[in-house]
């Protein structure tokens, strides 16, 4: 019996050490029902520049309301709202140079279940952008990792 009890105990440290320690810092009022970090590969487009948005935007709702634009202020759009992390924060790095990082708030849903990025993000990466003309032939985009 006294076996089993150390069996038990040991099957019980090595399932909360696989978890890893919470971070205190984190406010969970900003990430949702994260409770760890996750990353993803995926392909970073282009958002838009705040006059690009104001003029051919059909409206986008940001993830806690109102927000004013900013082409100085990092910000990202998220897929889906299957990522529980509108108001949070995430870290993107380009996947050819991992070492190539910056941080960006989840301001709202993207229209077209991508992971978009703002002005600021955009050069925070060094990555060529442009809105086009007339709503049309806007383009950027780079292979990213982002764990939020």
Known sequence: MKTMRYVVMGACLAMMAGCGA???QDDVTDVGEVQSASTVSTTLYY???CAFLRQCANGNPYCNGTRTCSDTTKWVARPSTGYAICGGTVTICLASNLSKCTTAAVWDTSCCGHWEG????FNALGLGHGDGTNCVGGYGQASVRITY
Do not use: L, M, R, T
């Open 118 to 121: 703002n002005v600021a993000v």
């Open 47 to 49: 958002e838009g520049s």
């Open 22 to 24: 919470i971070d205190q």
